[in-house]
């Protein structure tokens, strides 16, 4: 049966009892849910069309209930408030793909918020924007491109009210895929499963899957940037309407997936939003009393648009937009037939009764301020059917929309101008938005590291005129740090918080080393023979070293100077770090007259300052082959390569007392020649 065939039945119907109404309702629904689909010669969702029959011929109620949306399920808090979110990984089981998923809540750069910004952010493959375009506030990032057979989902689950059985909504996604060619079942995917609940059904025509494969799907392009040698396809936003006429009471869950290829190397996102309004009117229907046009615009994302009068005998237009100039009279009926891209999505006839109720009242926002050049958002949300004109336009990302982003540089007063499209209605509002500037720099007088108890020191100065400042230091406020100087007496990480005119700022880091000096110390005897080279050893810290004087040393810039000389020399050995902190150590270098290895009969290893290590004490002894330590059972408890490290008389934590051990110690002269020395040495506590 056809629409103008159902239309003779039902007019013939209507002369009859109100009551057979009911009945004719009934039986247009079930003729439509037989007749009604992707391939059948009746227009599309002939539901639709009988409820608009109904209403034109009875006048009992409007086209499309002013919806209600379920709360959040457009993301317009910014926030995943009412979704459940999910994260979990790809596989493949039976040459099958399976994407396993479990309750995860939000997961930073998997389940990704995107608020609309002064300068919109685009995606970097496709180069469309991250928000979707349908007017919306804020919308999702499923997944990302960091592939590792990563799996993500989120889904909503509501319940259409029971006295709603015309119900709609129109979801909106972009797609980012790498397509490496792998195994079909093996690729990066995306899956949409639209599902009755109450009555375990998936509502097919609003559920499908993205998968690349090696040749353009319907709306894709190649990215110009894909990174890599692999391909990338994309989808700029597009729209896929859900009716759920008839599903009144029915409990609904959308969900949304998203994975990577099964073999940890390529990556798969997508972007997801909803519509803010739950119904099938479009934009438009309403207009002024007055209006000498009216322009009616249909959801964004579809790939083909139809314009006709309720007959489908007239096509208006075959656009997004239809304007007509006149304005209709009130009371008229149009419809639009709606396209998704071919495979995705049924086709959809949305409907609305036109009227002249449309009353417009401009909205310019709070007075605020612009802090630092960051631009504010003025204005408020957007009405759909009203057209917006700020003057001046200075200042403004676009003048031409309800809440664009301002930073003057002035004090600035801005008009909005809300109108209809006819020009039947017309209202203004004026809002004041003043640039505040406060320096967040710190200026540092004096050194960023210096030593503790010299003449040198550390201040922090602001430059801007706050009202108030509270400094920092390692994240914790600073008692009495209220001031534009703060002089620095520890080390830390410093900065600042400021406040002018209701502006608050922090300012940059500046990092504080503030050190004390190490106390000097005098290194043992280095004993050599006459005009023999031995190399001297200093301590290893500082920035910068000096011997003095520099008699006999190949260089008095070096940790490891070289010594050739005929008589004993001492040496002062200035350390200076970069904080200009100087200690000074002592070296002494004495001559003999010939090479050899003396340890002392007896030491104290009591902690006193004195006498505490056994060690060799080195004569013309360029290197120190072993010296080591034996009980007197003769069990080996010390030894060491190094003249420096000598033994503090304990054995396994423990000090020996007053015990005699047996030493034998070993080393290369400066003459080249090798010297072995043995001897008994006391431990007295």
Not at 164 to 180: C, E, G, K, M, T
Not at 322 to 338: C, D, E, N, S
Not at 411 to 427: E, I
Request: hydrophobic content about 35%; glycine content about 8%.
């Amino acid at each position: 049966m056809h629409f103008p065939e159902a239309l003779t039945i039902f007019y013939k119907l209507r002369l009859s009892h109100n009551n057979s109404l009911t009945l004719v309702f009934n039986y247009f629904q079930v003729l439509s849910i037989k007749n009604c689909g992707r391939n059948s010669s009746v227009s599309p969702c002939f539901t639709r069309q009988l409820v608009l029959i109904l209403v034109a011929c009875t006048g009992l109620y409007a086209v499309s209930y002013a919806q209600t949306c379920p709360p959040n399920i457009d993301f317009e808090t910014g926030t995943f408030d009412g979704w459940t979110c999910y994260t979990g990984s790809a596989g493949v089981l039976n040459d099958q793909n399976v994407i396993s998923l479990s309750f995860s809540g939000p997961v930073p750069n998997r389940h990704t918020m995107y608020t609309r910004t002064a300068t919109p952010e685009l995606d970097p493959y496709g180069g469309f924007p991250v928000v979707c375009p349908n007017g919306s506030g804020h919308s999702i990032r499923l997944g990302n491109n960091i592939a590792g057979t990563e799996a993500e989902g989120i889904s909503y689950q509501f319940t259409i009210p029971a006295d709603r059985n015309v119900y709609s909504l129109i979801y909106h996604y972009a797609v980012v895929f790498q397509d490496p060619n792998h195994l079909e079942y093996q690729q990066p995917r995306m899956e949409i499963e639209i599902t009755n609940v109450t009555d375990n059904t998936i509502i097919s025509c609003s559920s499908f899957t993205f998968i690349p494969y090696g040749s353009p799907l319907p709306g894709f392009f190649v990215s110009s940037n894909p990174g890599s040698d692999t391909p990338v396809w994309c989808k700029d936003w597009s729209a896929v309407s859900i009716n759920l006429d008839g599903h009144a009471g029915k409990t609904i869950r959308l969900f949304f997936k998203t994975a990577d290829c099964t073999f940890r190397r390529h990556f798969g996102y997508a972007y997801i939003d909803l519509n803010s309004e739950c119904s099938g009117e479009f934009t438009g229907a309403k207009f002024c009393p007055g209006d000498t046009a009216v322009q009616l615009v249909a959801p964004f994302g579809y790939q083909g648009y139809t314009w006709s009068n309720t007959s489908f005998t007239q096509v208006l237009g075959n656009d997004q937009t239809l304007t007509l100039r006149p304005a209709p009279t009130a009371g008229t009926t149009l419809a639009v037939q709606v396209g998704p891209y071919y495979g995705y999505g049924c086709p959809d006839t949305l409907y609305a009764r036109l009227s002249d109720t449309f009353r417009i009242k401009a909205h310019a926002g709070a007075d605020g301020r612009v802090c630092n050049n960051e631009p504010i958002q003025i204005g408020t949300s957007t009405t759909p059917g009203v057209f917006y004109q700020w003057s001046p336009a200075i200042g403004l990302t676009d003048p031409t929309i309800s809440n664009p982003f301002a930073n003057p540089r002035a004090p600035t007063n801005y008009v909005v101008t809300s109108r209809s499209y006819g020009g039947g209605c017309l209202d203004r509002d004026t809002v004041t938005v003043t640039p505040v500037l406060l320096d967040s720099a710190i200026q540092l007088i004096g050194r960023a590291s210096f030593c503790f108890g010299s003449s040198d020191s550390a201040v922090l100065h602001l430059t801007g005129a706050a009202e108030s400042v509270q400094w920092y230091r390692n994240n914790t406020p600073i008692v009495g740090g209220n001031t534009g100087f703060y002089k620095v007496t520890q080390s830390g990480s410093y900065y600042a918080v400021q406040q002018k005119q209701g502006c608050t700022t922090t300012t940059a880091q500046q990092a504080i080393s503030i050190e004390k000096a190490r106390p000097g110390t005098i290194y043992p005897v280095v004993y050599v023979l006459a005009n023999t080279p031995v190399t001297l050893q200093a301590r290893q810290f500082g920035d910068t070293i000096h011997w003095r004087p520099a008699s006999y040393l190949n260089t008095v810039t070096s940790y490891k100077p070289v010594f050739s000389g005929p008589v004993e020399q001492s040496y002062g050995i200035e350390i200076k770090t970069a904080a200009n902190c100087i200690t000074i150590d002592s070296q002494t270098v004495k001559i003999v007259s010939r090479a050899d290895i003396f340890v002392p009969t007896a030491f104290t290893p009591n902690n006193d300052g004195r006498n505490d290590i056994l060690r060799p004490i080195l004569f013309g002894i360029k290197e120190l082959r072993y010296f080591r330590v034996y009980n007197r059972w003769g069990e080996l408890i010390f030894e060491s390569r190094d003249p420096n490290r000598g033994w503090d008389g304990s054995v396994r934590g423990k000090l020996l007392a007053n015990e005699t051990v047996v030493w034998v110690a070993e080393g290369i002269g400066l003459d080249g020649r090798s010297y072995l020395r043995k001897g008994t040495s006391i431990c007295i506590q």
